[in-house]
Nanobody
């Protein structure tokens, strides 16, 4: 199985920045599409960003476009989410995910493996 471990979450004031990291295991990591999702109490897990196997194609939710940047390093087997201009509504548990069956995906059901999540709290 693929093991994903997130780090970098924490508390930050509105307008600040955080960089999340996800370390992955897996012999074929470079073939996986990777994604970031987030979830708040009482709501379904929502798409944040995705990146294809080579890193040449990215996609973002409209709510974070222009503020968040997803990237990957296939040598280090890691994926990152740089979050700038954070807002209180960005507060959530953020999850790293791997899709072993397709090259690019934006839906929760498309992903096969998930990290444990890391809490991001943005204060006003």
């Amino acid at each position: 199985q693929v093991l994903l471990v997130e780090s970098g979450g924490g508390m930050v004031q509105a307008g600040g920045s955080l960089r999340l990291s996800c370390a992955a295991s897996g012999r074929t990591f470079r073939t996986y599409a990777m994604g970031w999702f987030r979830q708040t109490p009482g709501k379904e897990r929502e798409f944040v960003a995705t990146i294809n196997w080579s890193g040449g194609t990215t996609g973002y939710a409209d709510s974070v476009k222009g503020r968040f940047t997803i990237s990957r390093d296939n040598i280090k087997k890691a994926v990152y989410l740089q979050m700038n201009s954070l807002k209180p509504e960005d507060t959530a548990v953020y999850y790293c995910a791997a899709d072993t069956n397709s090259a690019f995906a934006t839906r929760v059901g498309d992903y096969d493996y998930w990290g444990q999540g890391t809490q991001v709290t943005v204060s006003s």
